[in-house]
């Protein structure tokens, strides 16, 4: 199989500009938002180029599917958080679409390639795979808001014309999806390419702390009900109770605050928050839960505010499966000798919710100085088409 390096990466900066921020080469382009919607548009008509019949299912995940009965399914995702880098999602997307483009070309296996819709969780976390593969229902993703308070359903609206059912899993073999690492250890060790052992689990709920909105120059300290006070408490207890706890790969995130009704002079009378975290482990993920629950309940009947826990999502930690793995690491030895290396991985994936129907396996490239999620993403060109490598190798030998 011939791929073509230049094509890919050619594609890759064409995709980029869709949402381009004008910051380094970051990208602007979360779920549904218009330049998501023409992004999609614009990989539909690369996919027909390619041969493969262009699919939306009703969340708005793009396929791009083989005619033979039976095909191996690549990809990843092209929405981006509201802050993204150029290559998060965007890189298995097209690296799929290139080792599709020169399967077919070269007479080799049946490659289908999937753009998930709503990797990054606007609304969920990894919606649009989630609903796939039939761990949530789409009435019930539906009610899910966004930070602002529009639902699922309102924001997929703006697709409704293009969507049709969704994609029959059992037309598929297996998922391989190729991502940056997003975490500094391939690159602090110069290495170029890292096969995914496992993906963590997940659990994100928004929790919401109920005061006394009050004037902020007349309100004495002593009888103020301030939400915000509630939070910082709150904050702190759960860092000291995470101590007994937390493994060096445990992580927890407050990544959005929300304080009513957010004005310098005002005493905010309700603070929502998301509260994330994330481990290897289901049970200390519950564990962690329970310090969560209790932690906020003691702080809200101390104080006297009123609590309120929102709708908890989550994924559970996955294995990667053993035979396309071994088909990575071979491609990997092949490809990158002595500078890959086996791994697991802290963020989430879509391949999580897909090995709910199908074998998976991922790879990754270096993240330069492990940074993502922010405009400064980036990876070196030669890292890229080593990954691209790999992958086409792993598929060739499959
Ligand atoms: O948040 C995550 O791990 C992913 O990038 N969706
Ligand atoms: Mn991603
Ligand atoms: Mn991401």
């Known amino acids: ?153 309102e924001a997929r609206g703006a697709m409704a014309s293009q969507v049709g059912d969704f994609v029959d899993p059992k037309q598929f073999t297996g998922f391989i999806e190729m991502h940056i690492e997003q975490g500094p250890w391939l690159d602090q060790a110069g290495e170029a390419v890292g096969v995914v052992t496992d993906i963590v689990g997940i659990r994100d709920m928004r929790i919401t702390f109920e005061g006394e909105q009050n004037h902020a120059g007349t309100t004495p300290m002593h009888l103020r009900k301030d939400a915000f006070q509630a ?26 605050v929300k304080l009513h009704p957010d004005a310098h002079s005002i005493v905010p009378g309700r603070a929502t928050f998301s509260m994330q975290w994330r481990d290897g482990d289901a049970d ?21 505010f009123e609590l309120s826990f929102g709708p908890m999502l989550g994924l559970e930690p996955v294995a990667m499966s053993a035979g396309l793995r071994s088909a990575l690491e071979a491609s990997a030895e092949e490809h990158a000798a002595g500078r890959w290396r086996k791994m697991p991985s802290g963020a989430l994936h879509d391949a999580t919710n897909v090995a709910r129907y199908l074998p998976v396996a991922m790879l990754f490239v270096p993240s330069i100085n492990g940074i993502s999620h922010a405009f400064e993403e980036d990876t070196d060109e030669a890292d890229l088409v080593t990954g691209l490598e790999v992958l086409a190798g792993a598929v060739a030998r499959l």
């Open 231 to 256: 939070l910082g408490a709150f904050n702190a207890l759960i860092g000291e109770r995470f101590k007994n706890v937390a493994t060096p790969q445990t992580v927890w995130t407050i990544g959005h």
């Open 1 to 153: 199989m011939n791929i073509n390096p230049t094509r890919f990466l050619s594609d890759l900066h064409a995709l980029r500009q869709f949402g381009a921020s004008g910051v380094c080469k970051g990208v602007v382009r979360p779920a549904y938002s218009e330049a998501d919607i023409a992004a999609r548009a614009w990989l539909a008509g690369k996919f027909e180029e390619a041969g493969l019949r262009v699919h939306y299912d009703p969340m708005g995940s793009l396929f791009g599917l083989s005619d033979a009965p039976r095909s191996l399914l690549l990809g990843s995702h092209s929405d981006s958080q509201p802050e993204g880098g150029w290559l998060d999602g965007a890189l298995g997307v097209i690296a799929a679409l290139e080792v599709a483009r020169a399967a077919k070309e070269s007479g080799g296996p049946a490659v289908s390639v999937v753009s998930f819709q709503d990797e990054e969780g606007r609304f969920g976390v990894t919606t649009g795979s989630t609903v796939w593969s039939g761990e949530l229902t789409l009435e019930e993703a539906d009610k899910l808001t966004d930070r602002t308070g529009t639902t699922l359903a």
């Open 284 to 304: 200390r993920l519950g564990r962690m839960e329970e310090i969560i629950r209790n932690a906020a309940s003691e702080i809200a009947d101390a104080q006297g």
